[in-house]
């Protein structure tokens, strides 16, 4: 559910090479990132994941996704914090936000510098 660790992964899906936004998705958070990464004019493609063969009596892994845009230079961390991302309503989509933790920021000013006139 959480950004990578600034890796870049690529992975071919559909015939395409994407970089990975994000592995191990259910099929709510794999709709959410879509609709949050096309409205920024991401191309996104999402891919099953293989599931883990059961044993008999064992309980089934569930389905997971992995998420990719097709622009290979996209990096979703240095999108987060350099506050490139938007909500459909104009607010900058915060890491919390990204991991569904928390409301869009309305906030338009860099959170990590400070006022050097003060």
């Not at 004019?41 to 891919?47: K, M």
């Not at 607010?91 to 906030?107: L, R």
């Amino acid at each position: 559910m959480f950004i990578n660790h600034g890796k870049h992964i690529e992975q071919e899906i559909d015939g395409l090479r994407c970089r990975i936004v994000e592995k191990g998705a259910n099929a709510e958070r794999a709709e959410f990132l879509k609709k949050l990464l096309e409205y920024n004019n991401l191309e996104v493609r999402i891919a099953e994941e293989p599931r883990k063969e059961t044993v008999e009596g064992e309980e089934a892994t569930p389905i997971t996704f992995s998420i990719g845009v097709t622009d290979i230079t996209f990096n979703p961390v240095v999108a987060l914090y350099e506050r490139d991302l938007r909500t459909p309503d104009g607010k900058i989509v915060s890491p919390a936000f990204w991991n569904q933790q928390a409301p869009a920021t309305g906030e338009h000013s860099w959170y990590w510098r400070y006022d050097r006139e003060k």
